[in-house]
């Protein structure tokens, strides 16, 4: 065989269930469930007609300076990608080399250690504490440090850190102050992985201009409705982008694209309806799984992540997926499984929440424990 042999061994990363069609209710890849704003649309048609026979802006140029005013950042400290995804791996082949580290919380997004496999590094993983806190151990690993003979020899292989914030599956988020603090400590650069920001009442944007160790990752997948557009962009300072940019495509971002991901940042009055439309149904459905008797954290995304202890909760993975609704039914070892559930229309919610009561309330209600039935 012809391949590299680290690229032979490597599982890769498996995305949630995509179904041909739109027979199924997908609640189980974070997708927003509401049409984009129709600006988007307009911005996609003035292309068309224009037509597409050029190549596009390979630093999308109008994005850039759309975001800047909306943030206040000068565009040259934005860097534009191909989904948020498309960034994080031009991020992982700047900073890491072959035999180096890359340091993530456990549990989080999958993809981070498939990347530091691809680059034949090593993917250093730090769990979360029960409360979904990190400790100081992100920053200083014992488990780590007992594997190296010095201290300094680990210290200069950890090339890059990353912390989604909000994290998945949790929907959890740390501070801005901790998250300086944490990148204040580290030897290396931190990307912190926003993807989910939007949703959530902080973010960390601001703290790009007091250190340059700190990089800030966004989607326009999840609250703006463009997941199947494929667009992202990341926040950090010039001397850095500078270097980011050798590592990209030479057009990674389509015209299509980036006209459409313009007009729907420009549309933030669009934003601030859809969002309130997502805070209040996941609210009602973060209630509603504890009424079940799921351990639901706070959630400041748009999804939960519910976990039982008692029961097994994959079985109800299968019933809905056997009803038509996908959930993410996930595992981590070491740590425990649940179900990562999307905010939907409240209809689909709805739905949702009549077949997990169905399934619990099956053989006498033995699964249910302390089920709180409305009336």
């Known amino acids: 065989m012809h391949f ?24 189980n890849t974070n997708e927003n469930p509401y049409r984009a704003s129709e600006s988007v649309f307009d911005a996609i048609r003035k292309v068309a007609e224009i037509g597409l026979s050029r190549y596009p802006d390979p630093l999308a140029s109008t994005f850039r300076k759309a975001a800047g005013r909306l943030y206040d950042i000068d565009p040259d400290w934005i860097l534009c990608g191909n989904g948020s995804d498309d960034l994080l791996t031009i991020l992982t082949r700047t900073f890491v080399g072959n ?36 400790s100081h151990r992100f920053t200083d690993n014992p488990a780590a440090l007992a594997a190296q003979r010095e201290t300094h020899e680990r210290s200069n292989r950890l090339r890059l850190a990353f912390l989604p914030n909000p994290n998945s599956p949790s929907g959890t988020i740390l501070s801005p102050e901790t998250i300086l603090r ?52 990341l926040v950090a300072q010039p001397q850095m982008i500078e270097q980011l940019l050798k590592m990209k495509d030479s057009y990674n971002c389509d015209t299509v694209s980036i006209a459409a991901a313009t007009a729907a940042i420009t549309d933030q009055d669009w934003l601030a309806e859809n969002r309130a439309k997502i805070l209040a149904t996941r609210g009602r459905l973060t209630q509603r799984m504890r009424d079940f ?83």
């Open 99 to 134: 035999g180096e580290l890359l340091r993530l919380p456990y549990p989080s997004y999958i993809l981070y250690k498939t990347l530091a496999e691809l680059q034949g590094a090593a993917a250093e993983t730090v769990h979360f504490q029960p409360d979904w806190t990190l």
């Open 4 to 27: 590299r042999p680290e690229l032979v061994h490597i599982k890769g990363y498996v995305p949630g269930e995509q179904p041909l069609g739109d027979e199924a209710v997908k609640l």
């Open 182 to 233: 944490l990148a204040e400590e580290l030897p290396c650069p931190l990307v912190v992985d926003e993807a989910y920001a939007d949703f959530a009442e902080t973010n960390c944007l601001k703290l790009v201009e007091k250190t340059e160790k700190i990089i800030v990752s966004r989607t326009l997948s999840k609250s703006y409705a463009l997941a199947g557009l494929r667009f992202g962009f």
């Open 293 to 375: 008797g799921f351990d639901t954290p706070e959630t400041h995304a748009n999804f939960t992540w519910n976990t039982r202890s008692d029961i097994q909760v994959k079985p109800i993975y299968e019933h809905l997926k056997a009803n038509g609704i996908l959930v993410r039914y996930m595992n981590y070892p070491g740590w425990g499984d649940g179900l990562r559930i999307s905010v939907g229309t409240d209809s689909q919610i709805d739905r949702c929440l009549e077949l997990i009561e169905k399934y619990l309330l099956e053989d006498g209600g033995e699964r249910i424990g302390e089920l709180k039935i409305e009336n």
